[in-house]
Structure formats: C-alpha cells, structure tokens
T-cell receptor
Framework: GAVVSQHPSRVICKSGTSVKIECRSL??????MFWYRQFPKQSLMLMAT?????????EQGVEKDKFLINHASLTLSTLTVTSAHPEDSSFYIC???????????FGEGSWLTVV | SQQGEEDPQALSIQEGENATMNCSYK?????LQWYRQNSGRGLVHLIL?????REKHSGRLRVTLDTSKKSSSLLITASRAADTASYFC????????FGKGTMLLVSP
C-alpha cells in the first residue's frame, strides 16, 4: 500500500526555537497534504490543507505565522513550528492524497516536545 | 461542527468477545471512515462506507451507516488482544473530520 513517511518521529526543542517536520509520500505524488494536531487521548484536529505549489489553507484558529506549511513538491510537505512554546508540544500527523483528498494515507506522526 | 462523536469513550472486553463502537455526526457527508490508532502512532484506515451504503464488511469488521440518524457503528467480531487501540470515525464532506475516538482494550 501507499506509504507516507514523517520525519522526525520524535523531536525535543527549546522554547523560542523553530522546528521543522517533514511529510513525504514515498510511492505516489501527493497533490494534497493535510496536517493534523493531536493532544493526548484527544481527537485529530485539522490544522491546514496544502496543495502543491500553492499556499496552505489554514483552519480557523490556527496561526499561519506560527505554523508554516510548505508544499514545494508533489512528494514533500513541511510543517515548521516557529518560536516554539511548551504549549505547542503535541503529536503532529500528516496525511497525503494523490487525488485531492478522495484517497488519504496517513504518516506515522511526529511527537514534538518543547522544553 | 461536523465532528463525530464516538461512544463509548472507552471499552474493555475479553478476547473472543465482540466490540461495538458507535459514531454520531451532525451534518451531511459524502462518506464515513473508520480508523485505528495504536498508542502514539499514526492512523490506519480500516473501512470506508459511502453515504448511499448501509452496511459494509471487511474481515472481522462490520460497519453500518444510518444517514437518517446520522450515525454509524463499527463491530469487531471475535476480538483479539492485538485489536487494542483507539478507533476513530471520520466524516468526509469537503474535508475529513475526526471524532473523539473510542479506546478499546481487549484483555487476553
């Protein structure tokens, strides 16, 4: 089946620094990628939708300048958490779709801890 | 919000028993999907049921959809300890919106 890879799987960073999480579709071209955030024992909350070559569409309440999303190629999207704060500590999951969201494959997620 | 609501929030059963999880949602959907998540891991897609379908089977999984009641159920038959995980329903209209999940614990 289709594979979506996220890297790193775990990262610890200091408050005030920026951290980048990559999401790659390994065996298909992802026209659309989605970024979710999940707090412990909570549901997945959609943060933003990105289409290759265009600006990401952010969900209400998600700070665009804090969570920078880049979808520069059909196989790679990145989420950069800027000026990280302990409240940004969470599990971030990406998903990718070859057909604008009809078929969706999820990555394994990335644990971010801000200390 | 279209977010689905699963119940129960947590379910504990013995191996061999059946597990039933329910999902309710609020607005129109194109399809409804069920996912599984092992602790601290990504999501695994289990089954998709379209809005014009009422029941679907996949191995030990049986999903029903009642669009008039805006509800779905996931039945796992003959459960195994390896089925221990969180299960989420997700409704699709323009985007995929997840419910809060049911934590299933299957004891040997």
């Amino acid at each position: 089946g289709a594979v979506v890879s996220q890297h790193p799987s775990r990262v610890i960073c200091k408050s005030g620094t920026s951290v980048k999480i990559e999401c790659r579709s390994l065996d298909f071209q992802a026209t659309t990628m989605f970024w979710y955030r999940q707090f412990p024992k909570q549901s997945l909350m959609l943060m933003a939708t990105s289409n290759e070559g265009s600006k990401a569409t952010y969900e209400q309440g998600v700070e665009k300048d804090k969570f920078l999303i880049n979808h520069a190629s059909l196989t790679l999207s990145t989420l950069t958490v800027t000026s990280a704060h302990p409240e940004d500590s969470s599990f971030y999951i990406c998903s990718a779709s070859p057909d604008s969201g009809n078929t969706i494959y999820f990555g394994e997620g990335s644990w971010l801890t801000v200390v | 919000s279209q977010q689905g609501e699963e119940d129960p929030q947590a379910l504990s059963i013995q191996e061999g028993e059946n597990a039933t999880m329910n999902c309710s949602y609020k607005t129109s959907i194109n399809n409804l999907q069920w996912y599984r998540q092992n602790s601290g891991r990504g999501l695994v897609h289990l089954i998709l049921i379209r809005s014009n379908e009422r029941e679907k089977h996949s191995g030990r999984l049986r999903v029903t959809l009642d669009t008039s009641k805006k509800s779905s159920s996931l039945l796992i038959t003959a459960s195994r300890a390896a089925d221990t995980a969180s299960y989420f329903c997700a409704t699709r209209y323009s985007t995929l919106t997840f419910g809060k999940g049911t934590m299933l614990l299957v004891s040997p």
